[in-house]
């Protein structure tokens, strides 16, 4: 086989080269090739995520590609009196819904120079297991984090794939790797890269951001001001230094680099949804209480005397136990003397223990940081997740560039 697209003998060859050529000219920043043949897997019902035939029938090949998402833009929008929660570099536009429609006119743009109509599908974000696959096509390499590393653009990417009845030949593995670097390893907040490409998903914030459990006491002041989304581990790593950001204009689903905290725990998850509807935090997958307990942690940790009203409806009124009890946590990291009045004229009304047992911890220790009062308990289990040199999939939902 040969560099060239065969689909049958009345198909105009094309060649690797002009597909490049083509995605440039569709804005897509790298592209790499790989066979449609189905991925490593080690249970069953990862079938379908780890094999293109899923997608297309008559897959013959696949191609991955990559953008570049890093924007010149502030980290975070807050004024005096309406403190903001950051959102993660790579969700604050749908760059994946984004690279979904470039992969598309690059289809067309393939069909044309073919004179024929092979089918393609096109994704990002799923279905299928996108990192080996940009692994597998020379796109990038695995970080120790975990996270596909390209050449040029670091980790600062989406990916996506056009599964293709055009046949070409496949790109080498790109031999990067991180030496013996680990500064992604040290840098994680809560230790969530137990060793190089391994992860331990529940103590992984960015993980930790859809969880609507309760967050660990200890962890409260390390979330810092996070609504959604977590880069530590890419904003220290080196291959990440020199990329330049990119001058692309995303207009899909743009929410910004933060948003307002305050009116997270009054609106209704219907609104919520309608206002950022078109971005990731918005989905339908995403708990509408994991980001009220999000926007409570964060306004915590903002020390914004602006949300204490908020806070003290939040922890009258909310029907959510897990809502009332952080909002209780927040309070007392703010302190003062009217954050101490809510919390004692609520105490006595709690009827649910574990929040109740919030407020007394908020009392007793106003910075957050410790207490004789249990925290409320994670109810998620530990769950690991590798991605080893000799591994193909990841056993969790998805397998996409930033949802981790």
């Known amino acids: 086989m040969d560099s060239t697209g065969i689909l049958a003998q009345n198909m105009v060859p094309v060649s690797k080269e002009s597909v490049r050529e083509a995605a440039a000219e569709c804005g897509i920043d790298i592209v790499g090739f790989a066979p449609a043949s189905p991925l490593d897997r080690q249970t069953r019902d990862l079938a379908a995520f780890c094999d293109p035939a899923s ?32 959102i993660a570099p790579y969700t604050r536009r749908n760059h994946y819904k984004d690279l979904r429609e470039r992969l598309k006119k690059l289809a067309v743009l393939l069909a044309d120079k073919a004179e024929a109509k092979p089918k393609s599908k096109c994704s990002s974000c799923g279905p299928l297991a996108e990192k080996p696959l940009a692994r597998g096509s020379g796109v990038g390499w695995y970080g ?12 600062w990417v989406v990916l996506g794939e056009m599964v ?41 914030f960015q993980h930790l951001t859809n969880s609507a459990s309760p967050m660990p006491r200890d962890w409260r002041k390390l979330w810092g001001r996070r609504l959604y989304g977590c880069a530590t581990c890419q904003e220290v790593c080196p291959k990440n230094a020199g990329v330049k950001p990119s001058g692309r204009t995303v207009e899909t689903g743009v929410v910004g680099p ?39 942690l964060s ?30 946590w927040a309070l007392g990291k703010i302190g003062g003397a009217r954050s101490k009045s809510a919390l004692e004229k609520q105490r006595p009304a709690e009827i649910d223990a574990q929040a109740a047992g919030e407020i007394s911890s908020a009392l007793e220790a106003p910075d957050g940081t410790s207490s004789s009062e249990p925290a409320l308990k994670a109810q998620e289990p530990s769950v690991h997740r590798e991605v080893k040199e000799g591994s193909q999939a990841d056993g969790h939902d998805h397998d996409c560039q930033g949802v981790r």
């Open 55 to 86: 997608v297309l029938a008559s897959a013959a090949s696949v191609v991955c590609a990559a953008q570049c998402y890093l924007k010149d833009e502030p980290d975070d929008l807050s004024r005096p009196g309406e403190p903001h929660g950051l």
């Open 299 to 328: 306004l915590g940790n903002s020390q914004d005397p602006a949300a204490i009203p908020a806070l003290t409806d939040a922890l009258r009124c909310d029907p959510s136990a897990l809502i009332r009890g952080h909002a209780a």
């Open 144 to 155: 120790k984090h975990g996270i596909i590393i390209t050449e040029g653009f670091g980790s």
């Open 164 to 204: 293709t009845e055009l046949e070409f030949e496949p790109d080498p593995e790109i031999p990067g790797g991180c030496g013996d670097c680990d500064a992604c390893v040290r840098a994680c907040p809560t230790g969530a890269i137990t060793s190089p490409g391994c992860l331990d998903r529940s103590k992984c």
């Open 258 to 296: 933060s948003i307002p905290l305050l009116p997270l725990l009054t609106m209704t998850e219907a609104e919520y949804r309608t206002r950022y509807s078109g971005n990731q935090i918005a989905a339908r997958w995403v708990r509408f209480d994991a980001i009220r307990r999000n926007a409570c």
